[in-house]
């Protein structure tokens, strides 16, 4: 009923800039956070960036002052805009959509979604 997809990834030079976008689609009501997790080969997937309905945000210390998350309500997508990307973000990103609120067959159901990934690549 709800799906996320991402897209925006790819290979990057070290200093380079990257827009990741997230567009979650179906009969969504509401969705409350929105966030950003990657995932580097034989590490465990981390929050990288989150974001609340209000636009509050919440950010990893290995990524402040470089990524930049924002979302656009009215069409249920979320960005994440990553700049001075280094070798050590390399990983795929994935969305997360939290107490997505969505209408199905007369019913309001609440659950959490997860997109597919996108690879990030940071190398020379």
């Known amino acids: 009923q709800v799906q996320l997809v991402e897209s925006g990834g790819g290979l990057v030079q070290p200093g380079g800039s990257l827009r990741l976008s997230c567009a979650a689609s179906?009969?969504?009501?509401?969705?409350?956070?929105m966030g950003w997790y990657r995932q580097a080969p034989g590490n465990q997937r981390e929050l990288v960036a989150a974001i609340t309905s209000g636009g509050s945000t919440n950010y990893a210390d290995s990524v402040k002052g470089r990524f930049t998350i924002s979302r656009d309500n009215a069409k249920n997508t979320a960005y994440l805009q990553m700049s001075s990307l280094k070798p050590a973000d390399t990983a795929v990103y994935y969305c997360k959509a939290d107490d997505v609120t969505y209408y199905s067959r007369s019913y309001y159901y609440t659950r959490d979604y997860w997109g597919q990934g996108t690879q990030v690549t940071v190398s020379s």
């Open positions: 179906g009969s969504i009501f509401s969705i409350n956070l």
